[in-house]
Every structure is written in structure tokens, then in C-alpha cells.
Nanobody
Framework: QVRLVESGGGLVQPGGSLRLSCAAS????????MAWYRQVPGKRRELVAS???????NYADSVKGRFTISRDNAKNTVYLQMNSLEPEDTAVYYC???????????WGQGTQVTVSS
């Protein structure tokens, strides 16, 4: 059974940093894309960043230059380094892992990030 466990969320002041981790277990297949999404109450879940097997990243415009996504394929883990955090970054952050074949996506349970003074 595939399980994604996120960690690293919490409360941080504006301008601060956090590093999220997502470790996938029960993986018996090749992973394609790994990504982070976020969601605030009343709004749609939105893509924050994604990274392919070739380590090609993609970022939402709102986080470019502040967030960095990376992955460790040997550990089936994806990271999100978040710098210069803003109150608008407050959300529940979800890890998302896509199986290569057949394509299928798995979600983590989410980790709360709160940016507030």
C-alpha cells in the first residue's frame, strides 16, 4: 500500500523559511512526477511546484524565486524549500506522486503551513 507522509510544516514569521519533506513508502513502481500542491479553505487546490524524473522543475508564478523543489529518487522523497515566506503562502500543503505506468496519482495527508507575525 502506497503511503505518503509529509513533514516540516508549522508556524513561521513573514520572511522566514521552512523545508517540507514527503517520504513515499510501499512504492513498487517507477515514479514519474513528484509535486507539491496547496489549498486554503474555500479555494481550489493549486499546484505549487513539480519535478520530473529528469529533475526538471516547474513552479507557480507566485513562488518562483522563493521556493525550490528537489527529489531523492533513492529515498522516494520530495522536498520543498520555502524561503521569504509571505502570509499568502499560508495553506495546507499536499504531496502528490504520479506513477509512471499506468499513470495514477497518490496524495499525502497534508501539512499545515502558517505564515504570521
Amino acid at each position: 500500500q502506497v503511503r505518503l507522509v509529509e513533514s516540516g510544516g508549522g508556524l513561521v514569521q513573514p520572511g522566514g523559511s521552512l523545508r517540507l519533506s514527503c517520504a513515499a513508502s510501499g512504492i513498487t513502481f517507477s515514479i514519474n512526477v513528484m509535486a507539491w500542491y496547496r489549498q486554503v479553505p474555500g479555494k481550489r487546490r493549486e499546484l505549487v511546484a513539480s519535478i520530473t524524473t529528469l529533475d526538471s522543475p516547474n513552479y507557480a508564478d507566485s513562488v518562483k524565486g522563493r521556493f525550490t523543489i528537489s527529489r531523492d529518487n533513492a529515498k522516494n522523497t520530495v522536498y520543498l524549500q520555502m524561503n521569504s515566506l509571505e502570509p499568502e503562502d499560508t495553506a495546507v500543503y499536499y504531496c502528490y506522486v504520479v506513477r509512471l505506468a499506468p499513470p495514477y496519482g497518490y496524495w499525502g495527508q497534508g501539512t499545515q503551513v502558517t505564515v504570521s507575525s
